[in-house]
């Protein structure tokens, strides 16, 4: 094969280079950039990526202070998330018919709103009403770029390096996410407020819109609507380019892509990423909800995910792009995705499981969907360009939208399946608060019932409802119960005295009351008592002897556990009476969602492992090889091929 270098054409006329200046707005080249400068702009993609994405998932990882702050339902929280993928949803399909305000214009512009938005406007909300309206705006340009960001990628990566590139630019989510983690990791114990989170976030982010303001460019149309299979097309894509008839090619792009192949494996992509958006909304209110994880360490947990994710993203694409498939990756990675994801169900109901176990596991899903998005990407973009090249931003709005759509129902299916999280959530923390802080006093109301302990409300003087409940404190029969009361009721003073005697003393002057030295220090123990002279202790013994034998029996058998339950039933009484009545409210269907919350989100995970594999099936109709040694092949006939045609330039 020859390998004579061949001259690039001419700009067009009228086609110069973006400057500094003028590439504020017209950002289009000319040229297809080398590989230094192609690397850059690819960087610029990739790191405005992470950056929109840690905006957009900096919300899940401070949920719970945004709960506690806005005063949320679980229903309003997710709510929220709800309404900013469907807004995002909308973002994606507009993005596909601006395409000709240009992609980078789109992201440039976008990720400076974006950031604004997230450093001043998000942490000013001071009611929910406006926060839900904030992040709504930041989903809109998110949907936005998150189909420019990807056709930029595709414009600068040639066929046989996409998988590559797309595991680059597949970083923006999973190190958006990572950062977020990482960052609420090292920073909620020192500044819970969830306005800290977004201001840093904010910050960070509006140095790097900055640098995609000055630095983001993207091919002119004739060159990006062309399909680039390696950089050895250069040549023959910068001749085509000058005859290209780039309106005729941007004709009917929707109704092109209107197929199944593009379509249908849009809408699987978005069901296998079920789980992924799942934890990336919920994992601090799944792991403090079920197995009592504080929001750090859940986050600490996150970080496992997002950093096998992000390497095995990038592995998977150089692999890829070595071998040239794709399929097979997909097929591989999902499996893996489903083991992961089975296991994890299995511990859903083990309350015991330790922190790396979950991390372990964890891992192996992210890797297992590692492998696929990075090639899917690339897949995807393939199918798309046997369509028509041009229409790349048009297909990618088709997965943008489709994607954002297929979020708001999983959103919306997580609040019908795990209704117990909503229970957890909303009335949990401030139970919990109660709970620590009145423990022997709720397990008093527990053991005595809330029913006896409201009619002792209602009437102190209620003696069945203070049998009953002394009963179920000692354990004592009732009729000894009442036996106690009445003789307590009936001798006060006299029970005082006995009780001002030492126990031996008074069972020696009890079997001899002739017994003068006993006598003597019993009438001294009480005088010292009451402090009072001898007669008078003289006297109140006398009256205490009067009290019936086997009476004062049983008041000496349950005496001791009446008063200590005495005692407990006053400690509840000492709980204020908005955090009893919250108690009384919530407390049964708080320990009923505990008893359901394990079995409803191991449905959810169920439903999550059933999306990946509907997945499967759909990779069969994307376009590309399933044998590196076929796709080997191709490769060398499309590079013969180029070459013929270069030489019939040439001539």
Sequence with gaps: MSTTPIAVPPAAPGSAPPTLLTGLWQRKLPHYPDTPTRAWYLFVVVITSISLYYQQIVAGSVGNQLIAYFHLTFRYFVGIFIVGAAFGAVASVVTGLLDRWGRANIVAYGMVICSLLTLFAVPACTTKEQYLITYSLVSIVEGAVLVATPALVRDFSPQLDRASAMGFWTLGPVLGALVTTEVANHTLDAHPDWQYAYRLCGAISVVIALLALVALRELNPALRDQIMVSLRDRALIEARARGLDVSKLERHQWRQMMHFDIVGSAFAISVFLAFFYTIISFLAVYMATNFGFTSAQANGLGNWYWIASAITLVATGVVSDRLKVRKPFMIFGSVVSIVGIYTFMGYTDKAGTDYYTFAAVLTLIAMGSGIVYATWMAGFTETVEKRNPAATAVGLAVWGGLLRTVVTLVLF?????????????????????????????????????????????????????????????????????????????????????????????????????????????????????????????????????????????????????LAAASAQLKAVGAIPADDLAYLSAHGKDVQQAKADSAKQWKRWWLICLIAQVVFLPFVFFMSGHWSPKKAAQDTAEHDAAVQRELATLNE
């Design 413 to 561: 299916g997580l609040l019908v399946v795990v209704t117990a999280a909503g229970t957890l959530v909303n009335y949990g923390p401030r139970l919990q608060t109660i709970s620590t802080k009145y423990r022997d006093e709720i397990a008093t109301i527990q053991t005595v019932g809330e029913d006896t302990l409201a009619a002792l409300g209602k009437n102190p003087n209620d003696q069945a409802a203070q049998v009953n409940a002394l009963v179920k404190l000692t354990r004592a029969s009732a009729s000894d119960v009442q036996t106690a009361l009445s003789v307590n009721a009936k001798y006060p003073d006299e029970l005082a005295t006995l009780q001002a005697i030492d126990p031996q003393v008074l069972v020696k002057l009890m079997l001899n009351p002739n017994d003068q030295a006993t006598a003597a220090t019993a009438v001294g123990q009480v005088a010292r008592k009451f402090n009072i002279p001898p007669d008078q202790a003289i006297a109140r013994i006398a009256a205490a002897q009067k009290v019936p034998v086997d009476q004062l029996a049983v008041v000496s058998q349950v005496g001791p556990q």
